[in-house]
């Protein structure tokens, strides 16, 4: 099993499940800043199913099923990654390690970002790292994503996730960068 060391049962309420959507009811341009709204959910994405259905009263109820789906998701991949030491997500990874990474051009292209979202890894931690209470920020898997984001070069995408909790939580500092 992989663990952190320095996990903390007590950090249990790392999380909030924000369901304060109004900036992407009014203009749906700030999706983009709420990535747990574009998982699967009932057979379209989660913002297309509460803008549909009206279902925005809601929110917060759909949220938590489209996360337990993803997990359960994860959890079956994980389970065939243990299985069968191969697994489809697998294959993505790989294939962004031994292609993309030595394409610097495709580095720091507009093609990069969805194509790096298709690692389950990455996608994930876009996910987590949009619902990490902001007091917990500065801690939350640090050297995990670092590690990753360096061995896939794209160490831009830590600037990515701190751009987008700016822009979600409206904060005014903008284009500053992370290490």
Known sequence: MVTQNSYNP??????????????????????????????????????????????????YTHTVQAIKEHNQKNFEELQTLCDKGVSPGYYIYENMISYYTNNEDFQKSYDALPSILKVNTVSNMLILDSMVKPQYKSEHLVGYKSALLEQLKVGWFKNYLYETNLMRNNNKKRFVLKD
Request: aromatic share 16%; no cysteine; glycine share 4%.
């Open 10 to 59: 007590e950090n249990k309420n790392f999380y909030k499940l924000d369901t304060n959507f109004e900036t992407v009811k009014l203009d749906p341009k700030n999706l983009v800043h709420f990535p747990v709204l574009s998982l699967p959910y009932k057979g379209v994405d989660l913002y297309s199913y509460m803008e549909n259905k009206g279902q925005w009263e809601s929110a």
